[in-house]
């Protein structure tokens, strides 16, 4: 089993308020996972309104698989017009049972 794991720092630029950035973020977390089927958190408490951290795993049998998936959803925002990408950060673990 290999579980991969994306640290994302983004900007929100289009957020004026901590609502915004709210429904912004919520609105985010959502397509992620229907589209990529990820698990999605924001995993660092931040009142700052145009900044946020997002937590994102996923889980395979094969590490190749994980690493293009996870490729994919990074790849996707940073097409996206709805945030600007800062910083990623990624980590591998592997299991064997």
């Known amino acids: 089993?290999?579980?991969?794991?994306?640290?994302?720092?983004?900007?929100?630029?289009?957020?004026?308020?901590?609502?915004?950035?709210?429904?912004?973020?919520?609105?985010?977390?959502?397509?992620?996972?229907?589209?990529?089927?990820?698990?999605?958190?924001?995993?660092e408490p931040n009142e700052t309104w145009q900044r946020c951290c997002l937590g994102i795993a996923a889980v395979a049998s094969e590490r190749a698989y994980v690493e293009g998936l996870l490729r994919e959803v990074s790849e996707w925002l940073h097409e996206g017009r709805w945030v600007n990408v800062i910083r990623i950060q990624e980590e591998y673990l592997s299991t064997t049972l």
């Open 1 to 43: 089993m290999v579980v991969g794991i994306l640290r994302m720092d983004i900007h929100i630029s289009l957020a004026q308020t901590l609502k915004e950035k709210r429904s912004v973020v919520k609105s985010l977390k959502d397509r992620l996972h229907n589209r990529f089927n990820v698990g999605v958190s924001e995993v």
